[in-house]
């Protein structure tokens, strides 16, 4: 299991494949750190992959000889009911303890846009609440998320946001899709990005599909998956 470092991503999953002389089709990146540029050269740090050569199984698995079943009188269980009402109001006072715990004055609102609910926070102290890249805020829609998939019934995504940073973060997820894009199509090959939850990969995603000379896919496994931009094969 092979471990390269670089001050990107990118560069580091380069010289793993020049060092190795292998294609990229050949290996599959699994990410050990994210690379930080700390600031005036402190807390800086590398990114470190783990490339690793793609096996294809051809081993067949020999068939278990059979045991004659002994039937069991089944045991009588019941499922705790579902309900969507509950579990958002089980959200609600979820966060609402985080708030209260953190010492931050705050007023929390949910509203229900399709397949999504939204829990939106308003506080004077944002920053605090969503963290150096948001990562404080995602962690904690992470926990809402499946404190709703234990007692909702439908399959709802929790959005979580703090005054308006999902729509600041959106948009600059977006630049950065079109930025990468016109730098694969300079470079003719692909680009790796950084780690970053689902419904931001979603945003790379659609916002590339309609794109003539690129496109993209997700690789690697959460809450460290990324997304691959890549020259469109003609």
């Given at each position: 299991?092979?471990?390269?470092q ?6 580091a ?26 600031l ?33 009188p ?6 705790p ?154």
């Open positions: 299991m092979p471990t390269f670089g001050a990107t991503i990118q560069k999953i380069d010289l793993g494949l020049q060092t190795l002389g292998v294609a990229r089709d050949q290996v599959t990146v699994d990410v050990i750190q994210e690379g930080k540029k700390g005036f050269g402190i807390g800086k740090k590398a990114a470190i992959v783990n490339l690793n050569p793609r096996v294809v199984e051809t081993q067949t698995q020999p068939i278990a000889p059979t045991k004659p079943k002994h039937h069991r089944k045991k009588e269980t019941t499922a009911k579902r309900d969507d009402q509950t579990a958002i109001a089980l959200v609600q006072s979820y966060l609402e303890d985080i708030v209260r715990e953190l010492e931050i004055a705050a007023t929390i609102e949910n509203t229900r846009r399709g397949d999504k609910v939204w829990f939106e926070i308003a506080t004077d102290k944002e920053a605090l609440l969503i963290g150096k890249h948001g990562k404080i805020i995602n962690a904690i829609q992470y926990l809402a998320q499946t404190e709703f998939n234990r007692f909702g019934k439908s399959k709802w995504t929790i959005m979580l946001n703090v005054g308006d940073y999902r729509q600041r973060r959106d948009a600059a997820v977006r630049r950065l899709a079109g930025k990468t894009a016109r730098e694969v199509i300079a470079r003719g090959a692909a680009v790796y990005l950084d780690p970053m939850p689902a419904f931001e990969r979603k945003a790379i995603h659609a916002e590339l599909a309609d794109n003539a000379y690129v496109e993209t896919h997700s690789e690697g496994v959460d809450p460290r998956r990324y997304v691959v931009i890549t020259p469109k094969r003609r």
